[in-house]
């Protein structure tokens, strides 16, 4: 009677190991990816708020020196914001790490630090453009993930956001830069939350055809 308890235990046991298998579907994949993740929604939300920021730092009289060291510090803030607004929105944007996908779009996000590597040679070599070339880069690195979540928004949106970016430099008092890009990324957050919607509808009537 012990050998066929313990026998139970130790399949139950083994039975508790088991992992789901994960897809090798490409397309099955990243909508997995867009859903889990919201299409990084949660990522352009906190953005809103540290440009927001970075429009008030650059509406102070401050010396330039002052306010460029500001704006350096403020993106840390992102992960804390960013998982505030995925509990709020839903997203879940550190699960499931064994989607190549899931992989791939962190992978984007921490791209962007190598480019900033520009910002901080502006900061102190050219520090009336590093607000400008800041903008840029955050533009820029939106654009691979058009295609890690198949997504006409990053496509759009960065374009938009980079050109727009210089053009407002050339024509406007530079505090119109973080306030071009805190309104970018309000509408970019909003198009990718419809966009999850509209996936969201799509794969539930495939399941229930």
């Given amino acids: 009677m012990t050998d066929i308890t313990n026998t139970k235990i130790k399949s139950a046991t ?3 190991k088991v992992t789901v298998p994960l897809s090798t579907d490409f397309t099955e994949l990243r909508t997995q990816a867009s859903l889990q993740q919201m ?3 949660p990522f352009m939300m906190a953005s809103v708020v540290i440009w927001s920021l970075v429009t008030v730092i650059w509406m102070m009289p401050w010396e330039l020196g002052v306010k460029n060291t500001l704006m350096t510090y403020a993106p840390a803030l992102l992960i804390p914001l960013v998982l505030l ?3 709020i929105i839903g997203a879940h944007v550190f699960r499931d790490i064994r989607n190549p996908f ?3 779009g962190f992978l984007c996000v921490l791209n962007q630090n190598l480019y900033l590597l520009i ?3 502006a900061y102190s070599n050219c520090p009336g453009a590093a607000l400008m070339i800041f903008g840029m880069i955050f533009g820029a690195h ?3 993930f058009s295609w890690v979540y198949n997504s006409k928004t990053y496509l759009v949106m960065s374009l938009v956001t980079t050109f727009g970016t210089t053009a407002v430099s050339i024509f406007l008092p530079a505090v119109y830069i973080p306030l071009f890009l805190a309104l970018c990324q309000i509408v970019t957050s909003t198009c990718l939350l419809v966009e999850c919607g ?3 509808r799509s794969q539930k009537t495939k399941v229930e055809l």
Wanted: a positive charge; proline letters at 5%.
């Fill in 119 to 121: 910002m901080m040679w």
């Fill in 85 to 87: 607004f995925s509990k």
């Fill in 39 to 41: 299409k990084g929604a």
């Fill in 14 to 16: 083994k039975a508790k």
């Fill in 102 to 104: 899931n992989k791939l």
């Fill in 142 to 144: 939106l654009l691979p």
């Fill in 198 to 200: 509209n996936l969201k």
